[in-house]
């Protein structure tokens, strides 16, 4: 690999990075895209390494720490294969400050778990050492071992050494393995530059192999805004093959627009090396080859090889993302609009059942001028809510009910200021968040609907119902009420019984009764009073007779009710 190569592989892996940044200056925060940046950043140093150091030792001390440290692990080594592949050589060995009275010169043969990963070629790990089969390997006087991860460096498909960490809190996991693996892959091309041409060429491939397969655009430029570097990633998103991206001026991806501001700040950086956009990732559009404009990420990066300054540049198309953000504004917007001029008062609780938020029906329903005066308020503090309610709500169910809700009770606690008072009744329904996950609760909803009115209805409707039972169960006169369809007597008053001899289940369950107690000659008028449609109303006569058989003449009024 010439030194102009390698330079331009630092500016990819440079690229690389800068593209996993979520401009944290404009108040993002987003825990994946922090660690990918650890990561990529911690690999990236490790590259610089390779291309800084021509020995391997010193390069390789780079590589383990940083593996180490990104990984958590307190100790390891770096060893290679003995020239007759029967053990490891060890480099250099990091024993986390624990003691191990080993002698370092003691041969360490090819076995247990390292023997498997130069056999697979695979990253292997072991959280359990002590009780593993492994254990069975280490020598008297070896420092005390949790865990270990071993991961291959490998040259042209041959396992030539290992690179080991061990003594990581918790364990190590297969993202561990990964980027172990990816910390070996550098440490093997930190030994194939030590070594020979072949290895470097080596090298040299599997690194643009790896841009290659880069889903973003990778795209290099000299000093004069020439494209030297254009990868598959890049004519995928930008629509132009390499062989017709090489050569031509960086703006052919740029919008018009650009164009000066581009050739201002290229002439400017070259002049003063002083940067404004490097090592920052910028939105901005691209220009595809059908004149088409997108949003795009850009992170750029720049390095100096045989007195020439080259750029790197990481694009990434991120019209999806900016369509699901501006979807994701949408669907927020309009549930915050619903949540604002819902009629049902909500509350939103954190995991510790202290006030977040409240909507302006809650307000008015508590008689809170500002959710700032109730903020924090403590739900499990509330006088009115039963202790076998806040026990459901704590192991996690969902909880409803109708309640009177008395404002002297919060006003004696002094819990929040309220200008309300007296008793009203309210429908609340609890219902514990974030069930669904492994955190366990993490709050509570709260559904409140007062239905004071309500109540008040159906107390009158009780009284008036009460009085109206009183009223035919008193009454002298019989009283029934008798349903069209299917026809049949609802009901029947005492005075019925009284007056034709029947009982009152024998009214109820026979709903021809009134032709059998009625004169043949007025069935007639029976009928009409059971015909929706021309019903005759009001008073009329009737010839009846009793169940003894003793004859009744009666007044019957017929009125119509309404559902």
Request: with cysteine; proline share 5%; hydrophobic share 40%.
């Amino acid at each position: 690999m010439s030194s102009t190569s390698a330079a331009g592989a630092k500016a990819i892996l440079d690229g690389a990075a800068i593209s996993s940044e979520r401009k944290l200056e404009n108040g993002e925060s987003d825990p994946a895209a922090r660690r990918r940046q650890e990561e990529v950043e911690a690999l990236l140093e490790s590259a610089r390494a390779v291309l800084k150091h021509r020995e391997f030792a010193d390069a390789a001390r780079v590589i383990f720490d940083r593996c180490k440290a990104l990984i958590g692990a307190s100790a390891g080594y770096v060893a290679l294969l003995s020239p007759e592949g029967t053990e490891n050589e060890v480099l250099f060995l990091d024993s986390g400050s624990l003691p191990c009275s080993v002698d370092p010169t003691l041969p360490m043969p090819i076995r247990g778990l390292r023997a498997q990963v130069y056999q697979t070629g695979q990253a292997a790990y072991e959280n359990d050492f002590a009780s593993s089969r492994w254990a069975q390997f280490m020598p008297e006087g070896h420092a005390t071992l949790d865990n270990v991860l071993f991961a291959p460096l490998t040259i042209d498909s041959a396992v030539v050494g290992l690179l080991g960490i061990a003594n990581k809190p918790g364990g190590f996991s297969q993202n561990d393995a990964r980027l172990a693996t990816a910390f070996g892959e550098l440490a093997a091309v930190a030994l194939s530059n030590s070594r020979t041409l072949e290895a470097l060429q080596s090298s040299e491939h599997r690194f643009h192999s790896l841009v290659e397969t880069a889903s973003d655009a990778i795209i290099c430029a000299n000093s004069s805004g020439e494209i030297v570097l254009w990868n598959g990633g890049a004519e995928g998103i930008f629509g132009y093959p390499a062989a017709e991206a090489i050569g031509q001026p960086v703006t052919l991806i740029m919008p018009e627009r650009f164009h000066g501001r581009h050739r201002k700040g290229l002439k400017r950086f070259l002049a003063t090396g002083k940067p404004r956009i490097m090592g920052r990732t910028i939105d901005m559009s691209g220009l595809r080859s059908d004149g088409s404009e997108f949003p795009v990420e850009l992170s750029l990066t720049s390095w100096k090889a045989k007195q020439e300054t080259f750029f790197a540049g990481v694009i990434r198309d991120v019209g999806e993302r900016k369509r699901a953000e501006d979807a994701l504004r949408e669907s927020e917007a309009w549930f915050r609009s619903i949540y604002m001029e819902s009629p049902i008062g909500i509350e939103l609780y954190d995991a510790d059942g202290h006030l977040i938020d409240a909507n302006p029906a809650c307000l008015q329903i508590f008689g809170i001028s500002s959710v700032e005066d109730v903020r924090g308020f403590a739900l499990f503090d509330d006088p009115n809510l039963s202790k076998e309610a806040i026990a459901a709500l704590r192991r996690g169910e969902r909880v409803s009910y109708e309640v009177p809700f008395d404002f002297e009770k919060i006003k004696v606690a002094n819990l929040y200021p309220t200008s309300r008072s007296g008793i009203i009744y309210l429908s609340v329904v609890l219902t514990p968040l974030g069930l669904n996950d492994n955190d366990g609760i993490t709050g509570y909803l709260v559904q409140v609907l007062e239905v004071t009115r309500e109540r008040v209805i159906q107390e009158e409707l009780r009284e008036s119902e009460e009085r109206f039972r009183l009223l035919t169960e008193n009454a002298t006169d019989g009283i029934y009420r008798f349903r069209l369809d299917p026809p049949g007597y609802e009901y029947v008053s005492p005075a019925m019984t009284t007056l034709f001899g029947y009982e009152r289940e024998e009214w109820l369950f026979d709903p021809d009764l009134d032709h059998k107690i009625v004169h043949p000659d007025d069935q007639p008028l029976i009928d009409r009073m059971r015909t929706p449609s021309g019903m005759l109303t009001g008073l009329v006569i009737l010839r009846c007779h009793h169940k003894d058989g003793a004859p009744i003449w009666i007044e019957h009024h017929n009125a119509p009710v309404q559902d």
